[in-house]
């Protein structure tokens, strides 16, 4: 059976610090990947996804970058943090099949940029 | 692009009443509509979702329907229990080709004991 792993659960950074936040994808191959933020009671905003090693979309202009160096990899990465950079982030996996499948989210790491 | 609106966002229901969220969608070519519970300080998880070959599914106390005339579908809790509490967001495919979703704002539903 497929699992996504992400780590850490918690981070606690101070504002200009840099981040790097790691999801990983077990049980499947050639998944599409997504990054997702959740601020505190709200919505899923997506932030990045990608289709294969090294494709990268991004959704909105932001401080933030993700890369993709292996298949069943994905990495969320900031050099320098703000304030509004706290949140809920998830990461994400589909089949790279169609527009008509599930998305199946990580445990999500908790960040809070002081 | 897909526009998915949700309403309510809050709901408060007397333990075994009846919960209804309804999303309406904008792209008439969408045909896949999931539903999503998320628990506090929890990943969101998918509780059903509904093709547009059918206009209903039901799993156990959860059931979704689907009006593709009306572009709206909704999800229906009933006799809802405590262990109900969460925020439901209903999504839908950004367009007919896309494979990534478009998200509702999200339901926080509260049943009350």
């Known amino acids: 059976s497929q699992t996504i792993h992400q780590w850490p659960a918690t981070l606690v950074q101070p504002v200009g610090s840099p981040l790097s936040l790691e999801c990983t994808v077990e049980g499947t191959s050639n998944p599409n990947l997504y990054w997702y933020r959740q601020a505190a009671g709200r919505g899923l905003q997506l932030l990045f996804y990608s289709v294969g090693i090294g494709q990268i979309s991004s959704e909105v202009p932001q401080n933030l970058s993700a890369s993709r160096p292996q298949d069943r990899q994905f990495i969320l990465s900031s050099k320098k943090l703000l304030l509004s950079d706290s949140g809920f982030y998830l990461c994400a996996w589909s089949v790279l099949l169609g527009p008509n499948n599930e998305q199946f989210f990580g445990p999500g790491t908790r960040l809070t940029v002081l | 692009g897909e526009n998915v609106e949700q309403h309510p966002s809050t709901l408060s229901v007397q333990e075994g009443d009846s919960a209804v969220i309804k999303c309406t969608y904008s792209?008439?070519?969408?045909?896949?509509f999931p539903w999503y519970k998320q628990e506090l300080g929890k990943r969101p998880q998918l509780i059903i979702d509904?093709?547009?070959?059918?206009g209903e599914k039901k799993d156990q106390r959860i059931a979704v329907t689907l009006n593709k005339t009306a572009k709206h579908f909704s999800l229906h809790i009933t006799e809802t229990q405590p262990e109900d509490s969460a925020v439901y967001f209903c999504a839908a495919p950004r367009s007919s080709n896309d494979y990534k979703l478009s998200f509702g704002a999200g339901t926080t539903v509260t049943v009350r004991a």
């Open positions: 792209d008439s070519a969408s045909n896949y």
């Open positions: 509904i093709r547009s070959n059918v």
